[in-house]
Nanobody
Framework: QVQLVESGGGLVHAGGSLRLSCTTS????????MGWFRQAPGKEREFVAA???????YYADSVKGRFTISRDNIKITVYLQMNSLKSEDTAVYYC?????????????????WGQGTQVTVSS
């Protein structure tokens, strides 16, 4: 397991942007799949985006075209750039690390999780 620390959450108006960061402690960061998930009050945790060490990226349909996931293997950090934010994007966002596998959208695929960072989008 690796330690993950998220930052960058906050309050933003609809249509605005935020960038989340997730710094890890892993020495083999480039071999991990890194994912972002979110959980709104009363809802299940849902997949947002994932990236593999090769740079391959995956997105949930609800954020495709608005969010961009990227990683810096030197800084061992993964980012989530969120543009055109909507009120329905309001949630606690979690960073996760796991093996690179086909089920990248499943929370169970990831073995390490950050503490979460709150994103609130006001309409």
């Amino acid at each position: 397991q690796v330690q993950l620390v998220e930052s960058g959450g906050g309050l933003v108006h609809a249509g605005g942007s935020l960038r989340l960061s997730c710094t890890t402690s892993g020495r083999t960061f480039s071999s991990y799949a890194m994912g972002w998930f979110r959980q709104a009050p009363g809802k299940e945790r849902e997949f947002v985006a994932a990236t593999w060490g090769s740079g391959t990226t995956y997105y949930a349909d609800s954020v495709k075209g608005r969010f961009t996931i990227s990683r810096d293997n030197i800084k061992i950090t993964v980012y989530l750039q969120m543009n055109s934010l909507k009120s329905e994007d309001t949630a606690v966002y979690y960073c996760a690390a796991g093996d690179q596998a086909s089920h990248y959208y499943r929370a169970s695929q990831y073995t390490s999780w950050g503490q979460g960072t709150q994103v609130t989008v006001s309409s």
